[in-house]
């Protein structure tokens, strides 16, 4: 019982951040005492999210975002599962050497990569204002590659052994035996990834100033640095963009959550 109650306040302080900011985006008025966390029914409304809607036109900008987050999520998938599946079960020179450098590669921060690759990719590649200039820079993920790595090193040696003898290949390999093992691999690596460029803003501010084809992170972001002081509720509109820009990622979670559990990977070796 006292565990029950100890995961139960757990998950409340976990929620009520959530349950703050979409009360927030419903209030006509912004009250931020205590009172305001049950306000009566007369002080809700929806005018925040269409006076949003008016200044940064959601349903473009969610297209964009899911253009631009769609993209790098199949090229992280792709890129990643060839990746670690070379780097856990081929044998090649210079495998170790690669890993340490995957591994480096992580502790540098994107930030100061920023320079640089606005050059290679506006003035090397001349791919300004253009999604896959944006799509570029995060088409291979560091951390999806290491992921996927981890969990085909953990897969029995036997079944692949089996299926070499049967006759198949590599690409067989990884696609018959291995990815149907790795789903749990799979689903963290589409969450960790999804939530990077659905929230990023800086890049794609960068890589073009053209507004239908700014993502929701980079609209919400110039409508809170210029437009949001003017509102009639400033505080709403904020939440209100806010509860948007994480309402797919809540809903992606939700209906991923039950699928995060480990796999008995060793279920089809016998014995």
């Known amino acids: 019982?006292?565990?029950?109650?100890?995961?139960?306040?757990?998950?409340?302080?976990?929620?009520?951040?959530?349950?703050?900011?979409?009360?927030?985006?419903l209030q006509a008025e912004p009250d931020t005492s205590m009172a305001g966390l049950v306000p009566s029914p007369g002080k809700l409304t929806l005018e925040n999210y269409r006076e949003i809607n008016e200044e940064v036109n959601l349903a473009t900008s969610l297209l964009n975002s899911g253009i631009f987050t769609g993209a790098v999520v199949a090229c992280t998938v792709v890129f990643g599962v060839l990746a670690g599946y070379a780097l856990a079960r081929l044998r090649f020179r210079g495998r170790?050497?690669?890993?340490?450098?995957?591994?480096?590669?992580?502790?540098?921060?994107?930030?100061?990569?920023?320079i640089p690759l606005y050059v290679l990719i506006v003035r090397g590649y001349g791919l300004a204002d253009s999604h896959l200039g944006m799509v570029l820079p995060f088409a291979i993920n560091s951390t999806a590659v290491f992921v996927f790595r981890q969990f085909f090193l953990q897969l029995p040696k036997e079944l692949f052994d089996a299926a070499h003898i049967d006759g198949a290949g590599e690409l067989r390999l990884l696609w018959s035996v291995a990815l149907p093992l790795v789903r749990p691999a799979l689903l963290t690596a589409v969450l960790l990834t999804f939530i990077g460029?659905?929230?990023?803003?800086?890049?794609?501010?960068?890589?073009?100033?053209?507004?239908?084809?700014?993502?929701?992170?980079?609209?919400?972001?110039?409508?809170?640095?210029?437009?949001?002081?003017?509102?009639?509720?400033?505080?709403?509109a904020v939440l209100a963009g806010a509860c948007v820009l994480a309402a797919p990622v809540i809903g992606l979670f939700i209906a991923f959550q039950r699928h995060f559990v480990s796999t008995n990977i060793g279920t089809g070796v016998k014995g």
């Open 197 to 236: 460029p659905w929230n990023e803003f800086l890049w794609p501010f960068l890589i073009t100033k053209q507004a239908d084809m700014q993502p929701l992170a980079v609209s919400l972001a110039n409508y809170i640095s210029n437009v949001a002081a003017r509102a009639a509720n400033p505080y709403g």
């Open 1 to 25: 019982m006292r565990r029950l109650i100890l995961l139960g306040m757990g998950a409340l302080a976990f929620l009520f951040p959530f349950y703050y900011m979409f009360i927030g985006s």
């Open 96 to 114: 170790g050497t690669m890993f340490a450098i995957l591994l480096l590669v992580q502790v540098v921060p994107f930030q100061l990569l920023l």
